[in-house]
């Protein structure tokens, strides 16, 4: 294993709680399997699947004040389950503290919960890895 994908896995294993961390370990593991089997980067989808849940430990309250900091936009079906913005502050999070560069990497984080017309196959994996753990 990377020296990346061992430092992320510790620092997950720090934020969410042991149901959470085994889930995340499940998705990247079935993230990786899918990257085998259709030509995508493994280690990429790994990373992907290990921070696509990292802002999940925050409650709605949270998220929502993140967004405000940060000035990640709010939408109304948003703002009435805040739960759905763990995919965008993920996403930020993934950037700015877990110091993911790559934009495919961040985009299927922010997309995992609810996907999107034309989704690369990096995105198809991270949604689908979830969908089946
Ligand atoms: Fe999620
Ligand atoms: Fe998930």
Do not use: W
Request: proline share 4%; glycine share 4%; with cysteine.
């Amino acid at each position: 294993m990377s020296d990346v994908l061992k430092k992320l896995t510790r620092e997950m294993e720090k934020v969410q709680e042991p149901k959470r961390f085994v889930h995340t370990q499940g998705v990247e593991y079935t993230a990786a399997a899918l990257a085998m089997r259709y030509g995508e980067d493994v280690e990429r989808a790994q990373v992907a699947g290990l921070l696509h849940d990292c802002a999940k430990c925050m409650g709605n309250d949270k998220l929502l004040s993140a967004c405000e900091k940060h000035h990640i936009p709010v939408t109304d079906v948003e703002r009435r389950n805040p739960y759905l913005l763990h995919a965008k502050v993920g996403s930020y999070l993934a950037k700015k503290e877990y110091k993911v560069e790559d934009p495919e990497i961040l985009s299927a984080i922010l997309y995992h919960t609810t996907g999107h017309p034309n989704m690369t196959l990096l995105e198809k994996i991270i949604f689908t890895a979830d969908y089946i753990e």
